[in-house]
T-cell receptor, first 114, second 114 residues
């Protein structure tokens, strides 16, 4: 079956702009998590959505937000972009309940902020 | 102390050898443990998961868990150049109620040379 799909794969923005990233989970998975990966900080958890509700949130400023739709697709938004937001943004899906927490990642959206 | 620590690496082994990757975690209530492989420029791929003390084998991969010592390892037998990648150890604190949050180590870079 199809894996996790993220769009766009690459994007370049300038400071102060905003960006929206999209994620379609594996069919049947109801949980979508978002992670930021940078060389210095590694993989850091942003937030998780299940059944259109945010269940968990990491330690990121309010400029980072997300939502989930009734078909489990998710979007994350970053407003007022800063240079430090340049990173690989990864979406991961899971069943969301009755599982051990294993995550399956999409190919990521690589954001460059100039 | 970092929540999840891995060998700093890089680790270099000859083709056909056994590669041993180690990981320690600080939170005693952790319940699920995962190994991800990440090729350069790609997203993390789940290769092993383990939940109970002992060994779990899957092909050339063996994961070992010792909850008393808060230690998890990954052995790769008959290493191949295609195994060259960064290996990420990830820990789930609360089993099925982790709500999308895995804590990742910084990763160990493995190079298998012919």
């Amino acid at each position: 079956k199809a894996g996790v799909t993220q769009t766009p794969r690459y994007l370049i923005k300038t400071r102060g702009q905003q960006v929206t990233l999209s994620c379609s989970p594996i069919s049947g998975h109801r949980s979508v998590s978002w992670y930021q990966q940078t060389p210095g900080q590694g993989l850091q958890f942003l937030f998780e959505y299940f059944s259109e509700t945010q269940r968990n949130k990491g330690n990121f400023p309010g400029r980072f937000s997300g939502r989930q739709f009734s078909n489990s697709r998710s979007e994350m938004n970053v407003s007022t972009l800063e240079l430090g937001d340049s990173a690989l943004y990864l979406c991961a899906s899971s069943l969301g309940d009755r599982d051990h927490g294993e995550l399956f990642f999409g190919e990521g959206s690589r954001l460059t902020v100039l | 102390q970092k929540e999840v620590e891995q060998n700093s690496g890089p680790l270099s082994v000859p083709e056909g050898a056994i590669a041993s990757l180690n990981c320690t975690y600080s939170d005693r209530v952790s319940q699920s443990f995962f190994w991800y492989r990440q090729y350069s420029g790609k997203s993390p791929e789940l290769i092993m998961s383990i939940y109970s003390n002992g060994d779990k084998e899957d092909g050339r991969f063996t994961a070992q868990l010792n909850k008393a010592s808060q230690y998890v390892s990954l052995l790769i037998r008959d290493s191949q150049p295609s195994d060259s990648a960064t290996y990420l150890c990830a820990v789930n604190r609360a089993g099925g109620t982790s709500y999308g949050k895995l804590t990742f180590g910084q990763g160990t870079i493995l190079t298998v040379h012919p």
